[in-house]
């Protein structure tokens, strides 16, 4: 299963990490990783590459962290807001497969 924590400040979307394998299909031919994993490399890049925002993130397999500075949350809202929609859409396709959590920074 897939487990998406975003983390919430001051009603704010201000990062999320990502871990695990959905298990819907096998290694390499898994969409729903697939398609998770592109929304929030998307999400990433557009915090730290477009947007420059301060952030720490790190990827690796299974593993995606994204953390924004206080000073560019505001910068930074519309698109974890739209990474939010996106995950809690797909979620309620593939309820068996991924976990969307909020927790309180």
Do not use: W
């Amino acid at each position: 299963m897939i487990k998406a924590e975003l983390f919430v400040k001051e009603k704010k979307i201000v990062g999320f990490h990502l871990t695990g394998h959905s298990g819907m299909e096998e290694y390499g031919k898994d969409v729903l990783c697939a398609f998770v994993s592109s929304a929030a490399y998307m999400t990433a890049n557009t915090v730290t590459d477009i947007i420059c925002a301060d952030a720490q993130a790190s990827a690796d397999d299974g593993d995606m962290y994204l953390m924004i500075s206080d000073k560019d949350a505001d910068r930074c809202c519309d698109i974890l807001s739209g990474f939010k929609l996106h995950l809690m859409n797909t979620r309620e396709q593939y309820p068996k497969y991924l976990k969307v959590i909020f927790t309180e920074v």
